[in-house]
C-alpha cells in the first residue's frame, strides 16, 4: 500500500513544539561559516565555503514545508538566496568550486527526496541516505566523464595546494610584523607552539586529502544538521521531529558493519589495492560512533541537560585519547545500549 503525496493543511503539522534556544545553533552557524578564517580548518574541512550548502538546504526544507501545508513565499525567498549563493563568486573561480557547489546542490536535492520518501523517520536516516545518493550520482558522474575519478583527485589535491600556500603565505606575512616579533619577544613558549602548528599544516593537508572522502560525507552531515535545526527555528510547519540533544544520539546497530568493512579493507592482504576505500569508511563510520559514544558519556556526565561543553573539552584536553575512548564507547553501546536499559519501565 502506497500513501499518495499531496500537499497537506497546516493544521496536519502543527502538533510538534518549536525547538527552544539560539546559543547553540548560532554558535554551529558562526563556526561553519568561520572555516575560511582558520588555517587548521581550511586544512581540514573539504569545502571551505560553506555558506553554499546553507541556501540549498534551507530551500529545500521550505519546500517540503510548503508540500506539508506551509508558506510559498518562503520557498520563492530561500531559492532565490540559495540559486544566489550557488552563483556569486567568492575567491578565484576554481574547478573545485564549481564541483564543490555541484555536490551542495546534489546533497541538497537528495536530501529533499528522501524526506519526502521517508516523512516519519528522523532527520539522522534520511541525512545519511541522502549522503549515500549524492556520493553514488557524483560517482556516476566522475565515471560518465571524460577525466573521470583520476580528474577528480587531481582537482581536489590542487585546492589543497592552493590553500596550503595561501595558509603559509599569510604565516610568512604575519610574522614580519611588529606585532608578532613583540609576541615572539615577550611569550616565547606561545609562539613556539604557533610555529610547531605552522609545520605541521602539510601533514595535515596531505591526511585530509587521503580521507577526503570521508571528511565531505562527515562535513555534509553536519551541515544538514545544521540547515535542519536553523529551519525548525525560523518556521512555524514541522517538515520532521527535532535534532535531540548529545546524549540521546544514537543510530541503527547495523552501521556497525561499516567499521568491520573498513577493518577487513585495511588488513587482509589480498585486498590491499582497496585500502584508501577502507581508510575513508573507517574514518566515516569511526567518526560516527566516537560521536555516539560522546552521547553515551554526556548521558553519563548529565543526562537531564545537554553539555556543548563536553565538546570543546574532548576536543581541546588530550582529543586522540578521548576519540579512542568514545569509539570504543559508542561500539560497545551497540551491544550494551547503557541509554535504553536505564530507562524506566511504563
Not at 519546500?63 to 520557498?75: D, S, T
Not at 549563493?85 to 546534489?106: E, K, N, Q, Y
Request: hydrophobic share 55%; glycine share 8%; charged share 15%.
Amino acid at each position: 500500500m502506497t500513501a499518495s503525496i499531496t500537499p497537506a493543511t497546516n493544521s496536519a503539522v502543527s502538533a510538534p513544539p518549536r525547538p527552544r534556544g539560539w546559543f547553540r545553533l548560532l554558535a554551529g552557524v558562526s563556526l561553519a561559516l568561520a572555516v575560511p578564517l582558520v588555517a587548521q580548518l581550511r586544512l581540514i574541512v573539504p569545502i571551505e565555503l560553506t555558506v553554499v550548502f546553507i541556501g540549498p538546504i534551507m530551500a529545500v526544507c521550505s519546500l517540503l514545508a510548503w508540500w506539508l501545508g506551509g508558506r510559498l513565499w518562503l520557498v520563492v525567498a530561500w531559492s532565490a538566496l540559495a540559486i544566489w549563493m550557488l552563483t556569486v563568486r567568492i575567491g578565484p573561480a576554481t574547478a573545485f568550486d564549481s564541483l564543490a557547489r555541484g555536490w551542495a546542490l546534489c546533497l541538497a536535492a537528495s536530501f529533499g527526496g528522501m524526506s519526502l520518501w521517508g516523512r516519519t523517520r528522523a532527520f539522522f536516516p534520511r541525512a545519511l541516505a541522502a549522503t549515500a545518493v549524492t556520493f553514488l550520482a557524483s560517482m556516476v558522474l566522475l565515471m560518465a566523464s571524460r577525466g573521470g575519478v583520476e580528474d577528480a583527485a587531481r582537482t581536489v589535491a590542487d585546492e589543497f595546494a592552493r590553500r596550503l600556500q595561501v595558509v603559509s603565505e599569510e604565516y610568512a606575512r604575519r610574522s614580519q610584523t611588529d606585532e608578532w616579533r613583540a609576541f615572539t619577544a615577550r611569550y616565547p613558549a606561545g609562539a613556539a607552539v604557533v610555529e610547531k602548528g605552522e609545520a605541521q599544516l602539510p601533514d595535515i593537508a596531505r591526511g585530509a586529502i587521503s580521507v577526503f572522502p570521508a571528511l565531505l560525507g562527515l562535513q555534509s552531515l553536519a551541515l544538514l544538521a545544521l540547515g535542519w535545526a536553523l529551519f525548525h527555528r525560523v518556521s512555524r510547519t514541522r517538515i520532521g521531529p527535532s535534532l535531540h540533544l548529545l546524549s540521546e544520539f544514537k543510530f541503527s546497530d547495523q552501521l556497525v558493519w561499516g567499521i568491520v568493512l573498513g577493518v577487513t579493507l585495511m588488513v587482509v592482504p589480498t585486498l590491499r589495492d582497496a585500502r584508501g576505500l577502507g581508510l575513508n569508511v573507517l574514518v566515516f563510520f569511526g567518526a560516527l560512533y566516537a560521536l555516539r559514544g560522546l552521547g553515551v558519556l554526556a548521558w553519563f556526565v548529565a543526562p537531564r541537560r545537554p553539555t556543548p561543553v563536553l565538546l570543546v573539552i574532548a576536543a581541546c584536553l588530550a582529543g586522540p585519547v578521548v576519540g579512542v575512548f568514545t569509539l570504543g564507547l559508542g561500539l560497545a553501546d551497540t551491544w550494551l545500549d547503557w541509554r535504553g536499559r536505564a530507562r524506566p519501565a511504563t
